[in-house]
């Protein structure tokens, strides 16, 4: 895939950003992106979007948000799975060859409303939405399906959690919160059995953007230089029902790994040197492990994941942020050394209905 | 230049009507994609990627409701996303299909969506909910009477009556009673809109869309799956898209960049769908169009902005007959938006009603001799709009 990272931008991370309206977040991080890419708007013959109305609590909300992520007189379009949908989407649109230089940006303040009421209106009405399904249950089901099929026990979530917030403390672009003890991780209470309240990633405030362009406009921009190369890329969905099958068979994140794998000319996990999971719950990150086949001594979410910051509906495009950091070597105090090759995780829906993989390489 | 060129080889619409109490949301989509798949002959095992086209979910009550119909359109385990951008969603959503198909990485397509607008009692109360909490809200803003405020600018430039929009009412229901799929149909004339309920001056009962559900669902496929397996296609030889400012007072006036009252986001993205199509002179190249049209007053500005007549003249020649089927330009022979709106997948039904005229599919509704058809959608606050080239021949 001949398609380039010219620049990254990260809004501070925050649990609640109190002091800007959403159109700023997304106005600051657009404009930082293209700073840090040294790009102006005007230069940009599209933009994508990645958003979601419920979360951002207005209808179409890309009404008003389009502007300040750079669309205004610009080819703009929406997606509203995740902020790493949308990369695969931006992806998309410069293979086509109909654009060469554009940004994705997603958000979410996660602090304007209750997260778990929108997830339960996610449910279809019939038989999820009487039971009261919501997003901690979801993943309590698939904690509860992966715990036994892979023998994952409390004790190594929990010790999974801690290493998760180890890595994130070092992180400058997370919270960089206190480090919990194992005994406070062991002792906070169940929200949905086996999953511990301690487990799951506390969802924060963010915004994201990556400006990106095509091999052809590179050829014709000879004095612009990239940051790292997008050499592959991989998106799956899975059923919505939440049977065994479904939660044990990890369809669409292996379906992803294995797409975005082939496009980058990689046989494995041997020919990356990192990943940055999606891991919303120690069980995930244990999970996911364990059926991409990553051993234990594989780095994975050297940025601390979500736990480092979770602005649950863009955290895989945070992710994807951190691994073009790497390969590009800016990644500051959680820099893994001789990083070539990393990629990046996002999933969404109930208990990772859907998930994405992209695949970084430096330049 | 696309590196691979793509067309639409299938078609599928429900029938559209106000509700379908026979079956749940997701059997709606699942209706126009088995339609789709048979139209293209193809089984969902040579379908590689699925694009869902959904606008916002508050009128069906069910967020993110694509993920919920992912079984029943058989996209499980396929590469699957959401486009919306409000009512220009289904454009959007075909100009996602196409680019899967033209970036190379997928060679077949499922674009398809459902929606179900009467599900909510007052869809005009959730259009307000798209508005400003703090400013715009109270003012009673909804896509009616925003409209409405575009449409007393186009009267004041134009001089446009109301009898000139009702013309096009008129048009529309007939025209529907030639499609299967159309919500709203029948013989009316000029005073049985003129006698209508005011509803938002100048706007009456019966110069405003329907609230409809059902589905719709193409198949976009590389050209050579295209000439395999598909006698007719409809190449997709041109895209184009814009975001304009949501703030209409920033449309209007002496330092506006644009005109809200002559839909100057049609004139973009068509200008650069004209441009990859080679469309030089769209009234001579372009025998029938699509539009996204709502309101009784949103066909003629989008006509202008397309070039196919000057500013201000459209509705002249509406009334001198010159956009009824077989005319100058046939316009809507659907019966368009005025007659169907099931707004998450209104765009596509433009695009599948003008790709069934270039594949001569279109029944009794069918234009003799379509070379080029064009399909566009608006969305937001008329902010957003999309341009679709559909030909029978690829360029």
């Not at chain 1, 038989?127 to 036994?148: C, H, K, S, V």
């Not at chain 1, 991409?292 to 509906?313: E, R």
């Not at chain 2, 009467?118 to 003012?139: C, K």
């Not at chain 2, 000057?310 to 022979?333: C, H, I, M, Q, Y």
């Amino acid at each position: 895939m001949d398609v380039h990272v010219m620049g990254v931008a990260l809004h501070p991370a925050a649990l609640r950003i109190g002091d800007k309206r959403l159109e700023e977040v997304v106005f600051d991080t657009a404009h930082d992106a293209l700073g840090n890419a040294g790009i102006s708007r005007a230069e940009l013959d599209h933009v994508t979007i990645a958003a979601c109305d419920e979360l951002d609590g207005r209808s179409i909300s890309s009404m008003l948000l389009a502007a300040p992520a750079g669309a205004y007189l610009k080819d703009e379009i929406k997606v509203t799975d995740s902020g790493m949908i949308g990369l695969c989407m931006e992806a998309l649109r410069l293979s086509s060859g109909r654009f060469d230089l554009g940004i994705v940006a997603s958000w979410n303040k996660s602090s304007k409303g209750p997260l778990e009421d929108v997830m339960r209106m996610r449910c279809e009405p019939f038989y999820t939405r009487p039971i009261g399904l919501n997003m901690t249950i979801a993943d309590g089901l698939f904690a509860q399906a992966a715990g036994e099929a892979f023998g994952i026990t409390d004790d190594e979530v929990c010790a999974t959690v801690r290493a998760g917030y180890e890595r994130a403390a070092l992180n400058p672009r997370g919270l960089c919160r206190a480090v919990p003890a194992m005994e406070e991780i062991r002792a906070s209470p169940y929200v949905a059995a086996p999953l511990r309240k301690a487990h799951q990633a506390p969802v924060t405030d963010g915004a994201v953007a990556i400006v990106l362009a095509s091999g052809r406009w590179l050829k014709k921009h000879p004095g612009a230089r990239p940051i790292a190369r997008l050499s592959g890329i991989g998106w799956r969905t899975d059923a919505y029902n939440l049977g065994n099958r479904r939660l044990t068979g990890f369809e669409s994140l292996k379906g992803s790994f294995g797409a975005a794998l082939s496009m980058c000319g990689a046989k494995g996990f041997a020919d990356l040197d990192l990943i940055e999971l999606d891991s919303q719950t120690g069980y995930h990150e244990a999970a996911f492990r364990r059926a991409l086949g990553l051993p234990k001594s594989f780095t994975v979410s050297p940025s601390g994941g979500p736990f480092a910051q979770n602005p649950y509906f863009c955290t895989g495009l945070v992710n994807a942020a951190e691994a073009i950091l790497q390969v590009s070597g800016r990644a500051g105090a959680v820099q893994v050394k001789g990083v070539r090759r990393a990629a990046a995780h996002g999933c969404h829906g109930f208990a990772q209905q859907g998930n994405a993989i992209a695949i970084f390489e430096g330049v | 230049m696309p590196k691979n060129r793509a067309a639409i080889i299938g078609v599928g619409e429900t029938v559209f009507r106000k509700h379908h109490p026979d079956k749940t949301y997701v059997e709606l989509a699942q209706e126009a994609a088995v339609k789709a798949l048979a139209d293209a002959g193809l089984t969902m095992d040579a379908i590689d990627a699925v694009v869902f086209s959904m606008a916002p979910t508050q009128f069906m009550g069910v967020n993110d409701a694509d993920k919920w119909a992912v079984d029943s359109i058989f996209a499980a385990g396929k590469p699957f996303l959401r486009v919306h951008t409000g009512g220009a969603t289904g454009g959007s959503a075909l100009h996602a299909g196409y680019a899967h198909v033209a970036s190379g990485m997928y060679r077949a397509v499922l674009v398809v969506g459902a929606d179900r607008i009467a599900e909510t009692p007052d869809a005009q109360h959730i259009l307000n909910l798209i508005w400003d909490r703090f400013y715009e809200h109270d003012v009673a803003l909804n896509t009616v009477t925003m409209t409405a405020l575009s449409t007393h600018r186009q009267m004041h430039f134009h001089g446009t009556t109301q009898e000139q929009f009702a013309r096009v009412v008129v048009r529309a229901r007939r025209n529907a009673m030639k499609n299967p799929h159309a919500h709203l149909k029948g013989i009316i004339t000029i005073d049985d809109v003129m006698r209508s309920p005011r509803v938002a001056w100048p706007y009456k009962l019966f110069d405003i869309c329907p609230r409809s559900s059902g589905a719709a669902a193409v198949v976009v496929a590389h050209e050579d799956i295209a000439k395999e397996v598909c006698s007719r296609p409809a190449f997709i030889n041109g895209i184009g898209a814009i975001a304009n400012t949501v703030f209409m007072g920033d449309r209007m006036g002496p330092s506006a960049d644009t005109e809200m009252s002559e839909i100057p986001e049609a004139a973009y993205a068509g200008r650069e769908a004209y441009a990859q199509a080679g469309i030089t002179d769209p009234i001579r190249q372009i025998q029938v169009v699509e539009l996204y049209d709502p309101f009784s007053s949103t066909q003629f500005p989008q006509l202008e902005s397309l070039n196919f007549c000057k500013r201000g003249e459209a509705a002249r020649l509406s009334d001198e007959g010159a956009f009824e089927p077989g005319a100058l330009l046939t316009v809507n022979p659907s019966g368009g938006t005025l007659c169907t709106n099931p707004i998450g997948v209104t765009g596509l039904v433009r695009v599948a009603d003008a790709a069934l005229q270039v594949m001569g599919k279109a029944g009794e509704a069918q234009v003799p001799g379509v070379r080029n058809a064009l399909a566009t959608a608006l969305g937001g606050s008329v902010q957003f709009a999309t341009c679709t080239v559909l030909g029978a021949d690829s360029v």
